[in-house]
């Protein structure tokens, strides 16, 4: 094999393939960084587990307080979860945009080197060609 034939290999081939397993490690990553399936599971739990329990004997007034005390600990997580997920989702469409555009602006760099060296070589030839579409 020539060293041009495995150049194609490596660039095409074998890189390609690395591209894709980073890529498929940032998306790990930042799925467990925002422990989206964790926080999906424990929706309804309370805030970092900040909760009353009731004390023995009936006391209206500790029962009412301890229910609405547990009910804001419930919707605060739920709140505070439902933006960690939004923002989990939001990064990681954004890797998913980026990991595309960086693949496909490796697949396709080398002819846009190619062409670009073709229009500064031939400008008139390229200019013909545009005013003619």
Same mark, same amino acid.
């Given at each position: 094999?020539?060293?041009f034939s495995l150049f194609l290999e490596w660039y095409f081939v074998d890189l390609p %393939? =690395?591209?894709i397993d980073i890529w498929e490690n940032f998306l790990w990553f930042f799925?467990?960084?925002f422990s989206i399936k964790d926080l999906t599971i424990h929706f309804? %739990?309370?805030w970092r587990r900040q909760y009353f329990t009731y004390s023995g004997?009936?006391?209206?007034?500790?029962w009412f307080g301890n229910l609405v005390f547990n009910l804001f600990s419930r919707f605060m997580g739920m709140i505070l979860r439902t933006i960690l997920i939004v923002i989990g989702i939001v990064v990681e469409i954004i890797v998913v945009i980026l990991? !595309? !555009?960086v693949f496909v602006f490796w697949i396709f760099f080398p002819f846009l080197i190619i062409? %670009? !060296?073709l229009i500064a070589i031939f400008?008139? =030839?390229f200019l013909e060609i545009l005013n003619s579409l």
């Open positions: 094999m020539n060293i %393939s =690395k591209i799925w467990r960084f309804f %739990s309370p004997g009936f006391n209206i007034g500790e990991g !595309l !555009l062409l %670009s !060296l400008p008139n =030839k």
